[in-house]
C-alpha cells in the first residue's frame, strides 16, 4: 500500500476543494438503497482494515468497532501519519462521545466540513453516519490530493483511468459504477502498469464475475491491494456503488502512482522535443488565444456577478437554462482553450529551457498566472452565480407554493367568513319567542366552536404573510393588504361573536320573564274572560216575567251582580298591568314581540272592549228591569182591576143561573103568569150588560199589555162570556118553552092540571135536579104518564101528542151552566 503521509498537509486548489465540499455531503439517498449499504460496509471495512493492520489491529463490524472511538482515533493516525491527542479509555458514553468528537475535529482540522455527522450518531451505531464519515476519511487521505494533467480528485481519478484503460477494446470507463460492471477495467488497469500478471486478450466482456474475481485475486495477492468488493454484488445490482468503486480504484492508482510519474516525466521529454521546432509559432498562437480567452472572461464575467432578482421562477429558469447553456454549450470550448494555452505555455517554455533559449514571456496581464487568476474569478463569479440561481429558485419556488398556500388559505377563509358579519349584526332575536332564541343559542355555540376551529387557519395565514414578507416576496404589499383585511376582519368577527352571544342570553332572560308573565296572564285571563261573557250573556239575556215578584227577584240578582263589579275592574286592571309589565321589558330592551300569547288567545284589547261592552249593557239592563218593573205594577193594577169586576160579574151570573134554575123547576101560577115572570126576569138581567161591558174594557187592556195569568180572580173573560151567554140563552129557552107550552095547552086543549101532573112527574124523575132527565129516567117518566114504551106504542097522555116520537113534554125544561166547575150542562 501507498503511504498517504506526505500528502495529507498539502493544501487543496479551490477546484479540489469544491469537490470535496460537494462530495463531503454525501448522498443519504444512495445509503437508503440496502445493495450500495452493502457494498460499502464491505469495502469501507476493507479499506480501513488494510491500513489498521498496520496498527496491529483490525475491525469486524464497521459502526460497532468505532462506537468509542479508539479504533477511529487510530486509523486516523496511520493514514495521516501524525498524533492525535490521548484518547480517554473509560467505558462511559461520555467518554466514548469525547474520542469521537477527537477525531472529528481532526478531520475538521484538514479542512472537510463534516455535514450532519455528529458524535452522537457515531456512539449509538448509527450506520448511515459511520459509513458517512469513513468515506469522508477516503474522500481526505485517499483521493482529494490525486491530481492528473490539472484535475484532480474524483476528476483526476476518473481521467486518470481513462488514459490508462484507452488502448483495450471493450473498456470506455466514463465513471465510476456501470463502466466497471464487466470486470475488464479492473484487469485493463493491472494489465498497463503488470501485463505480465494477467492475459487480457483472454478474458471475455460476457464472464463479468470471472473478471471481477481474478483482477481481485491478483491485486490481492501481487499489488497487497486487498478485496474491497463482491464480485456477485457488483454483477446483481444495477448500478454498482460509486462510492465503493472509487475507494477501490484509489488503491490502484496509489500502488501505480510511482510509474506514472515517471511515464509522465518521459512523456513531457517527448513533447518538449517535438515541440522545438514549433516556438515561434506557438508564441504567436498563444499571445492570440490568451488574448481572447481574457476578453471572453471579462467579458463573461460581469454577466455571472448579475444578481438582479426576478419576480417569478420561470423567469428565473429562462436564466438558470442560459446558464446552462453557458455551462454545456459555451464554457467548454473555453476550458479546452485554456487548457490548450497552459499546455502550450508549460510546453513552450520547456522547449526554450531546452534549447537553451530565454524563457518565454507573453504579454503584460497575459501570463499563465493572470489567466488563471481570471479563471479563477470566473469559476467563483460561477460558483456564485450557480449559486444563486439555485438558492433563487428555492427561493421563489418556497415563495411561490407559500403564495399560493396563502391565497388558498385566505380564499378559504374568505369564503366562510362571507356572510358571517351579517350573521352576528342582524338582530333576528328581537322579533323571536323565546324557544326560538333558545335555539338561536345553540346555533350561537355551534357557531362559536366553528370559529374557534377557523382560529389555527388565521395564524397560519399570518405566518405565511410574514415568511413572505422575510423572504422579500415582490407581491408582499398586496399579500400584506389581504392579510392584514382578514386579521381586522377576524377581530371584528370575534368581538361581533361575543356582542351576539350576550345579546342572546340577554334576551333569553328576558324572554323567559315575558314567558312568565305570558303564563301568569294566560291563568288570569281565561277565567276572567270567561265571567265577562257570562256576564254579558246574563246581562243581555231576554226575561219574561208574569208578576211583580219574579221581576223583584232579577233586580235582586241584578243589583248582586253589580256589587261584585268593583272586584272585577281591580282583576281586570291587575291583568292588563300583567300585559303592561310585558310592553314595558320589551321596550327598555328593544325586543320586537312577534306574536300574541302563545299560552292564549284573548287580548288585553279583547278584554278591554268586552268590559266596556259589559259596563254599557249594566244601565241598559238597569233600566230594562226598572221599565219591566214599572210595567208589572201596571199590570197588576189592572189584575186587580179586572178581577174585582170578574169576581162580581161571576157571582152575578151565578146566582141568576140558580134562579132560573129553580124557577124552571118551582114554576107556580099559570103559564101566562110564569110567562110574565119570565120575560120580567129577563129584562132585569138586561139591565145588567153594562157591567159585562165593562168588563170587557178591562178585559182589552189586560190582552193589550199580555197579560195571560191573574192571581186575584178564579174567572177568565171566556169563562164570564160563556156564562152570560148561558144566563141569556137559558131564559130566552124557558121563555120559549112557556110560550110552547101554551100554544100545545091551547091547540090540544090539554089543562092546567095535566101540566102540573108532567111537570110533577118531570121534577120526580129529576132526581138530582139537574133540570133535566138521563134516558132510563125519561123512560121511567113516560110510563108513570101511561107510556107503553116496551111495545113502542106512542100513547100519549090525556089531552097530549107527540113530537119525533117523544112527547114534547119530554124535552128538557131548562139548561144552565155551574160556575163552580166551569161545564156547561143540560
Known amino acids: 500500500m501507498v503511504d498517504y503521509h506526505a500528502s495529507n498537509n498539502q493544501s487543496s486548489t479551490s477546484g479540489v476543494q469544491t469537490y470535496m465540499e460537494q462530495e463531503n455531503d454525501w448522498d443519504r439517498d444512495l445509503l437508503l438503497d440496502p445493495a450500495w449499504e452493502k457494498q460499502q460496509r464491505k469495502t469501507f471495512t476493507a479499506w480501513c482494515n488494510s491500513h489498521l493492520r498496520k496498527a496491529g489491529t483490525q475491525i469486524e463490524n464497521i459502526e460497532e468497532d468505532f462506537r468509542d472511538g479508539l479504533k477511529l482515533m487510530l486509523l486516523l493516525e496511520v493514514i495521516s501519519g501524525e498524533r492525535l491527542t490521548k484518547p480517554e479509555r473509560g467505558k462511559m458514553r461520555v467518554h466514548k462521545i469525547n ?11 484538514k479542512g472537510v466540513k463534516l455535514v450532519s455527522i455528529g458524535a452522537e450518531e457515531i456512539v449509538d451505531g448509527n450506520a448511515k453516519m459511520t459509513l458517512g464519515m469513513i468515506w469522508t476519511i477516503i474522500l481526505r487521505f485517499a483521493i482529494q490530493d490525486i491530481s492528473v494533467e490539472e484535475t484532480s480528485a474524483k476528476e483526476g481519478l476518473l481521467l486518470w483511468c481513462q488514459r490508462k484503460t484507452a488502448p483495450y477494446k471493450n473498456v470506455n470507463v466514463q465513471n465510476f459504477h456501470i463502466s466497471w460492471k464487466d470486470g475488464l477495467a479492473f484487469n485493463a488497469l493491472i494489465h498497463r502498469h503488470r501485463p505480465d500478471l494477467i492475459d487480457y486478450d483472454s478474458l471475455r466482456k460476457d464472464d463479468p464475475v470471472t473478471n471481477l474475481n481474478n483482477a481481485f485475486e491478483v491485486a490481492e495477492k501481487h499489488l497487497d491491494i486487498p478485496k474491497m468488493l463482491d464480485a456477485d454484488d457488483i454483477v446483481n445490482t444495477a448500478r454498482p456503488d460509486e462510492k465503493a468503486i472509487m475507494t477501490y480504484v484509489s488503491s490502484f492508482y496509489h ?12 512523456n513531457r521529454i517527448c513533447k518538449v522535443l517535438a515541440v522545438n521546432q514549433e516556438n515561434e509559432q506557438m508564441m504567436e498562437d498563444y499571445e492570440k488565444l490568451a488574448s481572447d480567452l481574457l476578453e471572453w472572461i471579462n467579458r463573461t464575467i460581469p454577466w455571472l456577478e448579475n444578481r438582479t432578482p426576478e419576480k417569478t421562477v420561470k423567469d428565473l429558469q429562462a436564466k438558470q437554462e442560459d446558464f446552462r447553456d453557458y455551462r454545456c454549450v459555451h464554457k467548454p470550448p473555453k476550458v479546452q482553450e485554456k487548457c ?29 498566472s493572470d489567466i488563471n487568476g481570471a479563471w479563477h474569478t470566473l469559476e467563483g463569479a460561477e460558483k456564485g452565480y450557480e449559486e444563486w440561481i439555485l438558492s433563487e429558485i428555492r427561493r421563489l419556488e418556497r415563495l411561490e407554493h407559500l403564495a399560493e398556500k396563502f391565497h388558498q388559505k385566505a380564499a378559504i377563509h374568505e369564503s366562510w367568513t362571507d356572510g358571517k358579519e351579517a350573521m352576528l349584526t342582524q338582530k333576528d332575536y328581537e322579533t323571536s319567542t323565546l324557544a326560538e332564541v333558545k335555539a338561536l343559542l345553540k346555533k350561537h355555540e355551534a357557531f362559536e366552536s366553528d370559529l374557534a376551529a377557523h382560529q389555527d387557519r388565521v395564524e397560519q395565514i399570518a405566518a405565511i404573510a410574514q415568511e413572505l414578507n422575510q423572504l422579500d416576496y415582490y407581491d408582499a404589499p398586496s399579500v400584506n393588504a389581504r392579510c392584514q383585511k382578514i386579521c381586522e376582519q377576524w377581530d371584528i368577527l370575534g368581538a361581533l361573536t361575543q356582542k351576539r352571544k350576550e345579546s342572546l342570553e340577554r334576551t333569553e332572560k328576558q324572554l323567559e320573564s315575558i314567558d312568565e308573565l305570558y303564563l301568569e296572564y294566560a291563568k288570569r285571563a281565561a277565567p276572567f274572560n270567561n265571567w265577562m261573557e257570562g256576564a254579558m250573556e246574563d246581562l243581555q239575556d231576554m226575561f219574561i216575567v208574569h208578576n211583580i215578584v219574579e221581576i223583584q227577584d232579577l233586580i235582586t240578582a241584578h243589583e248582586q251582580f253589580k256589587s261584585t263589579l268593583s272586584e272585577a275592574n281591580m282583576e281586570r286592571e291587575a291583568i292588563q298591568s300583567i300585559q303592561a309589565q310585558v310592553q314595558k321589558i320589551a321596550q327598555s330592551n328593544g325586543i320586537k314581540l312577534s306574536g300574541a300569547n302563545p299560552y292564549t288567545t284573548i287580548t288585553p284589547e279583547s278584554i278591554d272592549s ?46 141568576k143561573m140558580e134562579e132560573i134554575g ?44 199580555l197579560i195571560f195569568d191573574n192571581q186575584y180572580t178564579k174567572y177568565t173573560m171566556e169563562h164570564l162570556r160563556v156564562g152570560w151567554e148561558q144566563l141569556l140563552t137559558t131564559i130566552a129557552r124557558t121563555i120559549n118553552e112557556v110560550e110552547n107550552q101554551i100554544l100545545t095547552r091551547d091547540a090540544k086543549g090539554i089543562s092546567q092540571e095535566q101540566l102540573y101532573e108532567y111537570r110533577a112527574s118531570f121534577n120526580h124523575f129529576d132526581k138530582d135536579h139537574t133540570g133535566s132527565l138521563m134516558a132510563e129516567e125519561f123512560k121511567a117518566c ?18 097530549g101528542e107527540t113530537r119525533g116520537g117523544e112527547p114534547m113534554l119530554a124535552q128538557p125544561l131548562s139548561r144552565r151552566t155551574d160556575f163552580s166547575t166551569g161545564q156547561s150542562l143540560y
Open 610 to 655: 268586552k268590559w266596556e261592552r259589559a259596563m254599557a249593557m249594566v244601565p241598559q239592563r238597569d233600566n230594562a228591569l226598572q221599565e219591566e218593573l214599572n210595567k208589572q205594577k201596571s199590570n197588576d193594577t189592572l189584575r186587580a182591576t179586572f178581577a174585582t169586576q170578574a169576581n162580581a160579574v161571576g157571582a152575578y151570573i151565578k146566582d
Open 255 to 266: 500502488a501505480f502512482s510511482g510509474a506514472q510519474k515517471a511515464e509522465t516525466a518521459a
Open 340 to 368: 490548450q494555452l497552459e499546455i502550450s505555455f508549460n510546453t513552450l517554455q520547456t522547449k526554450l529551457r531546452l534549447s537553451n533559449r530565454p524563457a518565454f514571456m507573453p504579454s503584460e496581464g497575459r501570463m499563465v
Open 782 to 799: 113516560l110510563i108513570s104518564l101511561g107510556y107503553d114504551v116496551e111495545n113502542n106504542k106512542q100513547v100519549g097522555a090525556p089531552g
Open 662 to 705: 129553580r124557577i124552571s123547576i118551582e114554576m107556580n101560577g099559570t103559564l101566562e103568569d110564569q110567562l110574565t115572570n119570565l120575560k120580567d126576569y129577563q129584562t132585569t138581567i138586561m139591565s145588567f150588560m153594562p157591567e159585562i161591558n165593562k168588563l170587557e174594557g178591562y178585559h182589552q187592556l189586560i190582552q193589550e199589555a
Open 99 to 109: 474520542n469521537v468528537n477527537k477525531a472529528l475535529g481532526f478531520i475538521a482540522s
